[in-house]
């Protein structure tokens, strides 16, 4: 409650004046009666009298204070002021956490820079009596703290403080979810709609509204950024893309490539190198002008006169820059997968046939870009080897990734890889199955029919399946999962467990229309994803990307700049997401023994390179319509106390006379 | 006395009035009461059978001839009473109310009047702190009567009074022999129980008149108020109170003066006595034609 005029006040002097009334007014009149008798007895029954008697004997003078108070009241003019819920002073800071931030001059970052600013109008906002909110725009928007008073002043600084602790820096390396963080502001302003939302951040908005932004970037700042590199492969040889930008300012430096494992010829002027299985670093003159891309371009037509380069294969290519600009996150780049991993497959036959041959070569050239598949025939009948589908070897029953025996079963299977069993004469006890015998139908066979959905039978229609000569898998264990059924019994079994991967396809290539319907490619290129997996599917990553990891051995670990310690997975496929950009290594040994080192590399969004980047429009939260507050005049209030007991009295009064 | 109802119009419409009492009093020869007891009068009471030593006057001879046996006719007897009326002349009965002290007077002459009228005798007791004095003494006839009257109308009401004490301590309240009256406001400490017991003890019928004025029923004053009692010696008597009479005082007094009208009549029924209220502001005549009958004390 406040007053217009305090000098009112001065109207309870009237107070004294009522009291001293009071004490000169004559107390007792004398009264002459024939006894007090009765009034004495009646003294016992006075005890019963209620509380509002009391109040009653008090309502004249209680009245009267009443009246001077409200008068002197009148005078000072009472109020009370409107809640302050709808203050201009209260602020929501949106602090934008995204990777430009991180762009720096002189050792310190925007976000620093921010920080040290919001921390500055916190400090304003609370000398005011206000309350502040804190919003973090990284990946996700958070409230750090929600409408906090000025005794949080403390905590809330030490809230700040942490966002830029070396150990646990809270600025990301991607986009900032800025609407998210507006929305988050939508739920304060529900409070008090009057709040300011200040953003902190380096990005420029033509039009940002209602927002107050504040621009925490440095006019020093330059960026050189690597945003891209590419390895096409042309005519058998490699040409390798580098885009550039340069932010701030225009760039003349050097690129240097580094291309590890390359094989073919480098030549500079008159010399030419040749390059087997050899590391070389390419420095690259570059002119970049400001904002604009420029594409590096080395190797086989290439419009970058750096040497002759022709490479038909590398293992990898790291392009980095050494210049020190304001965001050195940008300034090196992986690019891995040139080498495909080797695929070691071995076929075995009494009766070679010219399907799975042809097959194998097929995909082997069509997954050329993911595996460098090695292909072992060995045939076993003179037939075989008068028709020269194979050549004469030992089998082999380790050190291979996939082994395909047809008819002829060796007592012990391979157990360090795929086995896939074509029509076999006799199985293994180790399998744990047994076949009927053969059955050799009429005509155009039986038409077989599909089993459990199962990833190795996707896109294949298996009713296209015919075949006139077969057996039947008359009893399996439940590890064993039918691919085909023909006439109800099974013909084609898979079975993917850590110690036997197995398929066992029980029908004569010979006498089926498998071999040469679509259905076999596809069956086969599923088996080969099924059972050996590629370990990630892409070898550049976006920052924040899902990965996928596929395990060929019991354990699998992932190393990282986006983890303090190297991941260990026994499961395989396991999901991860990677929240820092560079360089990643996925380790893992299968039961050959031969260690699997795979790499793939997370790149940081094109757009957080450009740290003088400008947007059109700033999203606004939704502000909601104000409804103002008036100041209570109290006068009313007290005129109505006054009023109510007025009519007290006259009631009270009535009911004595 | 100012107001005195005293005046021969009074008595005179007191004629036709006579007092009732009960059948079962002893009295005295030559009255004008009819007693159970059988006598000489002329009035038919009943018959019984004759025994030696009867008078043989007294045979019913019809009855003889009738049943061959010889019975006698009794007849009703007829007992002078004495009344004897006790007058508190306390302050409180008139020292400053002379309405209340023409009140208590005129009945006190009334019922008087009635008593001789019917050949009784009276007496005023008049209680003056603890004693009753009886300056009249036993008044025989009319004309003794008005001869009493003129001290009687004379009567100073003050100080205080204590009825148990004064009835009590009475020395000649007979027995068994007629009524006595107690005319006060009973507003006083003292034990009026005792003394109608003690009057009952005496076999006296009883009758208690309460002498009320309309102020003393329903004050009408209020507010912050010395109440200076009548009887007080002075400012400083612990008699006087100071009240702020307001609603709920008035509740009070009206009240505690309900029950003890209440206590009164119940302590009277529970002794075989009768009281009565009688206000001032009524027309004596009204008490005396209408309020007397209505309990029986007159006919």
């Not at chain 1, 600013?117 to 703290?145: P, W, Y």
């Not at chain 1, 290519?317 to 600009?325: G, L, N, P």
Request: aromatic content about 10%.
């Amino acid at each position: 409650m406040n007053w217009l005029t305090p000098l009112g006040f001065l109207g309870f002097i009237g107070l004294l004046i009522l009291l001293l009334i009071y004490i000169l007014k004559p107390n007792y009149q004398n009264k002459q009666v024939s006894t007090t008798y009765v009034w004495r007895l009646s003294l016992k029954y006075r005890k019963k009298k209620i509380p509002i008697s009391k109040l009653r004997n008090i309502l004249l003078i209680i009245c009267q204070v009443l009246i001077v108070c409200t008068c002197a009241f009148m005078l000072a003019q009472p109020f009370i002021a409107g809640e302050d819920k709808h203050s201009a002073n209260e602020k929501i800071i949106v602090i934008d956490a995204s990777g430009s931030m991180l762009a720096q001059v002189g050792g310190e970052t925007r976000f620093e820079r921010a920080i040290d600013q919001a921390k500055d109008l916190i400090d304003e906002t609370f000398d005011k009596g206000s309350v502040v909110s804190v919003i973090l725009a990284g990946k996700e928007a958070t409230f750090i703290r929600q409408r906090a008073t000025a005794d949080m002043r403390d905590t809330l600084k030490r809230e700040m403080d942490a966002l830029i602790d070396p150990n646990d820096f809270k600025c990301t390396y991607g986009n900032a979810d800025i609407d998210g963080s507006m929305t988050l502001a939508e739920s304060v302003l529900e409070a008090n709609a009057k709040a300011e939302v200040v953003l902190f951040t380096g990005t420029t908005y033509i039009n940002d509204g209602k927002v107050n932004v504040r621009y925490v970037s440095d006019p020093g700042e330059k960026n050189v950024s690597i945003a891209n590199v590419q390895a096409i492969r042309e005519e058998n040889y490699y040409r390798i893309e580098v885009d550039m930008f340069s932010y701030g300012q225009n760039y003349s430096g050097v690129l240097n490539v580094q291309i590890t494992g390359a094989q073919g010829t480098y030549g500079v002027g008159d010399s030419t190198q040749s390059l087997n299985n050899e590391t070389i670093t390419i420095p690259c003159s570059v002119d970049l002008i400001k904002g604009e891309r420029t594409k590096v371009r080395l190797g086989i037509k290439a419009s970058y006169n750096v040497g002759e380069l022709q490479i038909y294969a590398y293992d990898s290519i790291y392009c980095y820059i050494e210049e020190k600009d304001s965001l050195a996150i940008d300034n090196a780049f992986y690019l891995y997968g040139g080498t495909p991993q080797k695929l070691k497959i071995q076929y075995y036959s009494t009766l070679n046939n010219i399907f799975m041959n042809s097959m194998l070569l097929d995909l082997q050239d069509l997954l050329r870009d993911d595996w460098d598949i090695d292909i072992k025939t060995i045939k076993d009948s003179d037939s075989a080897i008068a028709n020269g589908y194979g050549k004469e070897g030992e089998i082999e029953y380790e050190g291979y990734d996939v082994y395909i025996f047809e008819h002829r079963i060796p007592d012990e299977l391979p157990t360090d890889g795929l086995v896939i069993l074509l029509y076999p004469d006799e199985v293994p006890k180790s399998l744990a199955l047994t076949l009927s015998q053969p059955k050799h139908l009429g005509g155009d066979g039986t038409v077989f029919t599909a089993g459990e959905s199962h990833p190795i039978m996707e896109y294949v229609n298996a009713s296209n399946i015919r075949s006139t000569k077969y057996k039947t898998i008359t009893s399996y264990d439940s590890g064993y999962t039918p691919l085909l059924y023909a006439n109800g019994e099974p013909v084609a079994l898979a079975k993917n467990e850590a110690d036997s991967k197995v398929l066992i396809l029980t029908f004569n290539f010979h006498y089926s229309n498998f071999p040469i319907i679509p259905e076999f490619p596809t069956f086969m290129l599923n088996t080969l994803n099924y059972f050996i997996p590629t370990t990630f599917d892409k070898n550049i990553y976006n920052l924040y990307d899902k990965v996928v990891l596929n395990s060929r051995s019991e354990l699998m670990t992932v190393a990282g700049p986006a983890f303090a310690e190297t991941l260990e997975f026994e499961t395989t496929p396991v999901e991860i997401y990677v929240d820092a950009p560079g360089s990643y290594t996925v380790t893992q040994t299968p039961i050959s023994g031969n260690k699997i080192v795979d790499r793939f590399s997370v790149v940081i969004p094109e757009e957080q390179c450009d740290i003088t980047r400008t947007v059109d429009t700033l999203t606004n939260p939704f502000y909601p319509t104000i409804i103002e507050d008036i100041d209570l005049d109290l006068v009313i209030y007290f005129a109505i106390a006054l009023v109510t007991l007025l009519f007290c009295e006259w009631w009270l009064k009535s009911r004595d006379n | 006395m100012k107001g005195s109802y005293l005046n021969d119009e009074f008595f005179s419409r007191l004629e036709t009035l006579s007092l009732e009492m009960r059948a079962d009093l002893a009295g005295f020869f030559g009255g004008k009461h009819l007693v159970k007891t059988y006598g000489q009068t002329v009035e038919f009471a009943d018959y019984r059978e004759y025994a030696l030593g009867d008078d043989i006057r007294r045979i019913d001879w019809n009855l003889y001839s009738r049943f061959e046996k010889f019975f006698l006719k009794l007849f009703t007897d007829e007992r002078q009473m004495h009344t004897q009326i006790f007058i508190d002349c306390s302050a409180s009965m008139g020292k400053d109310n002379p309405q209340k002290a023409a009140f208590t007077v005129g009945i006190a002459a009334a019922l008087g009047y009635l008593s001789v009228h019917n050949m009784d005798k009276v007496s005023y007791k008049l209680i003056k702190g603890n004693k009753a004095e009886d300056p009249f003494g036993t008044i025989v006839g009319k004309r003794a009567f008005f001869s009493a009257m003129t001290g009687l109308e004379n009567l100073t009401f003050d100080g205080e009074s204590d009825i148990d004490a004064a009835v009590v301590g009475c020395e000649n309240t007979g027995n068994n022999d007629g009524l006595t009256l107690i005319i006060s406001d009973f507003f006083t400490d003292s034990d009026w129980r005792r003394a109608v017991d003690y009057l009952s003890y005496k076999k006296r019928q009883v009758l208690l008149i309460q002498v009320m004025t309309p102020e003393e029923r329903d004050p009408t004053y209020s507010g912050r108020v010395n109440l200076i009692d009548s009887e007080s010696e002075d400012l400083t008597d612990t008699k006087n109170m100071k009240m702020n009479i307001d609603m709920s005082a008035q509740m009070a007094y009206e009240e505690a003066l309900k029950d003890l009208e209440k206590d009164l009549y119940e302590f009277c029924v529970s002794r075989g006595a009768t009281f009565i209220t009688i206000p001032t502001d009524q027309p004596i005549e009204k008490v005396l034609f209408k309020e007397l009958l209505k309990v029986g004390i007159v006919e």
